[in-house]
């Protein structure tokens, strides 16, 4: 789709503020995301999670968690579809 958009300067800046902000908010998310994956790694270790695990993610709407090679693998969800990590 193209076309245009006719905006003040202000409203310009308050969405290019919006946009850095988000950005810092997803790199903070997904920053938690991989601390909780150490720690869930830890737990798998000391007992056997699968049955809970397969129980959370059938309730979860936002992430689902797996166990990849003994370790734990948090997997964001937007609207079903997971959310990559971009390397920026």
């Given at each position: 789709?193209?076309?245009?958009?006719?905006?003040?300067?202000s409203?310009?800046?308050?969405?290019?503020l919006?946009?850095?902000?988000?950005?810092?908010?997803?790199?903070?998310?997904?920053?938690?995301?991989?601390?909780?994956?150490?720690?869930?790694?830890?737990?798998?270790?000391?007992?056997?999670?699968?049955?809970?695990?397969?129980?959370?993610n059938?309730?979860?709407?936002?992430?689902?968690?797996?166990?990849?090679?003994?370790?734990?693998?948090i997997?964001?969800l937007?609207?079903?579809?997971?959310?990559?990590?971009?390397?920026?």
């Open positions: 789709m193209t076309g245009t958009v006719t905006m003040t300067i409203d310009y800046e308050t969405l290019k919006g946009a850095q902000a988000s950005k810092i908010e997803r790199t903070g998310l997904l920053k938690a995301a991989k601390e909780l994956e150490v720690f869930l790694t830890f737990l798998i270790t000391r007992e056997n999670i699968d049955e809970h695990l397969t129980e959370f059938s309730y979860s709407t936002t992430c689902k968690v797996r166990i990849v090679d003994g370790r734990a693998k997997e964001l937007d609207n079903g579809k997971i959310i990559e990590d971009e390397e920026d």
